[in-house]
């Protein structure tokens, strides 16, 4: 089979297009052949090497732990999957990915694929979409009728968090670039702020009750954003190299989200998919065999918009 691969860390050209044996699923795993891999930012990071500690790949590592697919093969113990199952998941990330036309994926980590939607676009569901769902509700505990701030909507995971957020009744404030805006705001966010000509902490009128950060601000931004959280509020934030800061004094607490794999929660949000409550974006489709390009177009900072990767066409 075709698969990409990194044999050593370092930048976008360290990736091969390349010739790999097809892997064999091992009790509790399945194999899958692949629709779609969405493309993450930690992938960079992940290739680059600047994540090694906390996600130790083993060498040569194929990337792409978001994957759409169709169950190919079935190993011992597995229970509730079949040849010809339709399903997404998040992938372990010190595993190899789905940049390939087969993946190795653990039974536990699969949810039934939405139906109303293109499989192949279904694979920019899962991290980002279990990312906002932790965020807002299991590390947040965000209720119904709070004011809810959210930096960086207009990204992939921000997308979502505005959805989940004004479904669960929260009034959404919201940061984005014109660019963005619209989508924003068609995502259900009830004010957005321009963070490229506003000064944001100074157009905040109200307190909120959570502050969602999912954009690379300065630390001195994200301080003055807490300054902006109602006492006894909750700060998180996405951002690994920047740990999320609280104020003790005022009762608001800080977590910084790590996303982990949970089905039932990837279930649901498949279901909202369906019922045509949550909406996927994908804004381009490329080819494997170009996956070195979208690397290269990520770590200059030029991606814009959500990517998944196909495999090349026989």
């Known amino acids: 089979m075709k698969a990409v691969r990194f044999h050593q860390y370092g930048g976008p050209d360290e990736l091969r297009y390349e010739d ?57 113990g597995v229970d509730g999957l079949a040849v010809g199952d339709a399903v997404i998941g998040f992938l372990p990330m010190v595993a190899d990915g789905a940049d390939a036309e087969y993946v ?14 293109p499989l192949v676009d279904a694979a920019a569901l899962p991290s980002v979409g279990l990312t906002a769902w932790q965020a807002l509700f299991d ?44 989508a924003v705001i068609a995502a259900g966010a009830d004010a957005v702020i321009d963070h490229t000509s506003t000064d944001v902490v100074g157009a905040i009128q109200d307190p909120v009750d959570v502050l969602l950060n999912l954009a690379p601000i300065s630390p001195d931004e994200f301080r003055a954003l807490v300054g902006r959280v109602r006492d006894g509020g909750v700060v998180v934030s996405s951002t690994a190299w920047m ?14 989200v790590f996303v982990r ?30 996956v070195a390009a979208l690397h290269a177009e990520a770590a200059s900072g030029e991606l ?6 196909v495999p090349d066409a026989d």
């Open 20 to 76: 790999v044996e097809v892997p064999e699923p091992g009790a509790g795993e399945v194999r899958i052949r692949v629709a779609g891999a969405a493309f993450n930012p930690a992938d960079n990071g992940i290739r680059s090497g600047n994540l090694r500690e906390a996600i130790p790949v083993t060498l040569p590592h194929t990337p792409g732990y978001d994957v759409s697919g169709t169950v190919d093969a079935v190993g011992a």
């Open 139 to 182: 590390d947040a505990a965000l209720e119904a009728s709070q004011r809810v701030l959210i930096s960086g909507a207009g990204g992939a995971v921000g997308g979502y968090a505005v959805q989940l957020a004004k479904q669960a009744g929260a009034y959404v404030l919201a940061t984005a670039s014109p660019r963005s805006r619209d």
């Open 304 to 309: 814009r918009g959500k990517v998944v990767v």
């Open 261 to 290: 794999s949970d089905v039932a929660q990837l279930t649901e949000l498949v279901a909202r998919v369906d019922r045509g409550e949550l909406r996927v974006q994908v804004d381009r489709r490329i080819p494997l065999s170009e």
């Open 104 to 117: 190795i994926a653990p039974a536990g980590a699969l949810a039934a694929a939405p139906t109303s939607i």
């Open 243 to 256: 740990p999320a800061p609280g104020d003790e004094d005022r009762g608001v607490r800080a977590v910084d």
